[in-house]
Nanobody
Framework: QLQFVESGGGLVQPGGSLTVSCKCY????????MSWFRQPPGKERELVAT???????IYEDSVKGRFIISRDTVKNTLFLQMNSLKPDATAVYFC????????WGQGTQVTVSS
């Protein structure tokens, strides 16, 4: 059964770092393009970063140079390392296949605040 289980969120101060994880069940992260999305409070869900099957990566302009998407094909887990965090990164973070075509997990809350 396909399932995404996100974890690792929390409260972090502006300028800090945090890594969130997404354990995937029912698909193999090494064979698909996978993405991280986020939904800020009161806003629509938006794409953050994508890692293709060949490991090339794509980032939205707002996070380019600060966020790093990666995967562990043995653990079948997706990661998003977030550095130099700003308050506008506050959101619930989700993973999914690129395009967001599968059922969503519960997400993990990231709050950037002093």
């Amino acid at each position: 059964q396909l399932q995404f289980v996100e974890s690792g969120g929390g409260l972090v101060q502006p300028g800090g770092s945090l890594t969130v994880s997404c354990k995937c069940y029912g698909l193999y992260v090494g064979s698909l393009a996978m993405s991280w999305f986020r939904q800020p409070p009161g806003k629509e869900r938006e794409l953050v970063a994508t890692i293709r099957a060949d490991t090339t990566t794509i980032y939205e302009d707002s996070v380019k140079g600060r966020f790093i998407i990666s995967r562990d094909t043995v653990k079948n887990t997706l990661f998003l390392q977030m550095n130099s965090l700003k308050p506008d990164a506050t959101a619930v973070y989700f993973c999914n296949t690129a395009g967001g075509g599968r059922a969503w997990g519960q997400g993990t809350q990231v709050t950037v605040s002093s």
